[in-house]
């Protein structure tokens, strides 16, 4: 019987929050509805932007993020996700702070392509310029040689996608966004890159495995996959 409760630390941003929850769902084998574990969600897209914290001195999540997670925990989560990949740039911070366990997805993503991927050296990454520059993936994808695109592509394609007035964030997950992020993920295979990761949750809401000729890994399918089976 799965009698844990799972907590989502949500709103970083609010669909990538209902993704995960899907994702948690799906990947919890049940023969009635009844076995499917309880989760809590705080969708708080009150929380300030990570990656204007990271790169313009924005203010800082962290506050918010704990004060989230802490709603959680008095509801009884037994366990904790963040549905966003930059958030993790604070995450010692906030787990400090925080009476659960939350599972750390670049961690688990680390785990997950070496038993999976363990032929595959070079990484492509797909992500804000805030998880990028701070090179949270490189602190945990120690054994891999991480690629990335070129600045300009970054701005114009990733982060446009993303960020930009037709983008994600706003709710637009068109045939635009995707031709950027198409693009941009050519870029990376063109560099050498053998598997795409979706490094932000925004991204894999739009790009999707049948639309690239690589491996594409998205980070929250891993946390879902490590959230049951914690």
Known sequence: MNDKIIGIIGGMGPEATADLYMKIIKETKVKE?????????????????????????????????VETANNLG?????????????????????????PFKIINALEELNLYLKNNYPNIKNIGILATTGTVKTGL??????????????????????????????????????????????????????KGAKLIIGGCTEITLVLKPYNIDKPLIDPMDVVAKSIVRY
């Open 33 to 65: 509805e009844q076995e499917h574990f309880r989760v809590i969600i705080d969708s708080n897209p009150k929380i300030p932007d990570r990656t204007r914290a990271i790169l313009e001195k924005g203010e800082s999540p962290v506050n918010a993020i």
């Open 74 to 98: 008095k509801a009884g989560v037994d366990i904790g996700c963040m549905p966003c990949i930059t958030a993790h740039y604070f995450f010692d911070e906030v787990q400090s702070q925080v």
């Open 137 to 190: 993936f490189n602190k945990y994808l120690t054994d891999f040689n991480i690629i990335y695109p070129d600045e300009d592509t970054q701005s114009k394609k990733v982060m446009e996608a993303i960020y930009g007035e037709s983008g994600i964030k706003k709710g637009n997950t068109g045939k635009e966004n995707l031709n950027l992020l198409v693009e941009a993920t050519e870029e990376l295979v063109d």
